[in-house]
């Protein structure tokens, strides 16, 4: 069962068969929502809304790790992340679609392991490669069944939020060499990682990052949104394709 998480523009999956919802409990406090199950074009999966249902809980305030213990625990066999991010490379507009390999993490004050406490060995994760390799292949290969085209590759810079960049923060992160950003990438990848369970990114660009192309002056909110839903038409048939 393969479980997807998505974010801004895909609170839920439209056209779940077989749906039921159930509320999974953790050690860790409450998820964002109750998971719901179902089937996905023939596919079993699991599904949460990072935001909650009514995309109410900000990124700096989602209990990331309630969110991917659930998964766990309902025996989820890799995780696919949809994100909403902006576009810093000049290849990466409104409306594309990118799979990262690689991430840099600039937030802070985010409970961002299980391994903490007095009952806690220190234990290190090895993170070289923040996405799996095997999922990632999954990912686009679907993409190609589906006749979806997407970017195979790039760096996903995570920024705290909620509110969005200034047009020096970007220029920073594209010297970094980020040619992404978004919110929600970090504690989320590499809490996953440390749980044993596979995870893979599915990155929407929903706009020009801030001071570059269309975000030259301002970023217009209203068009976002008038991005993500065709965009998220995209995401759910490459959702469909994933074998």
């Not at 998820?31 to 009514?54: E, I, K, M, N, W």
Request: include cysteine; hydrophobic fraction near 40%; glycine fraction near 12%.
């Amino acid at each position: 069962m393969l479980a997807i998480i998505g974010g801004s523009g895909l609170a839920k999956l439209a056209d779940l068969s077989d749906m039921r919802r159930e509320v999974v409990r953790t050690p860790h406090g409450d998820p964002s929502c109750a998971l719901t199950f179902g089937q996905l074009d023939g596919t079993p999966v699991v599904f949460l809304a990072r935001h909650g249902y009514g995309h109410t809980i900000a990124p700096h305030e989602i209990n990331y790790r309630a969110n991917l213990w659930a998964l766990k625990a309902v025996a989820a066999e890799g995780v696919i992340a949809v994100a909403t991010v902006g576009g810093i490379r000049d290849a990466l507009g409104p409306g594309e679609l990118v799979v990262p390999d690689q991430l840099i993490d600039y937030t802070w004050g985010r409970a961002s392991t299980y391994f903490e406490g007095v009952d806690q060995p220190v234990t290190h994760i090895d993170f070289t490669q923040p996405y799996d390799v095997g999922l990632r292949a999954r990912l686009l290969d679907a993409g190609t069944r589906a006749n979806e085209s997407m970017h195979d590759g790039g760096v996903y810079g995570c920024t705290q939020g909620p509110r969005l960049e200034t047009a020096a923060e970007i220029e920073r992160l594209a010297r970094d060499g980020c040619d992404l950003v978004g919110m929600t990438g970090m504690p989320e990848a590499a809490l996953a990682r440390e749980l044993g369970l596979p995870y893979a990114c599915l990155a929407v660009v929903a706009n020009h990052a801030a001071g570059r192309g269309s975000s030259a002056s301002s970023i217009s909110l209203e068009q976002i949104n008038v991005v993500l839903e065709g965009a998220m038409r995209r995401v759910r048939r490459i959702l469909g394709a994933v074998g």
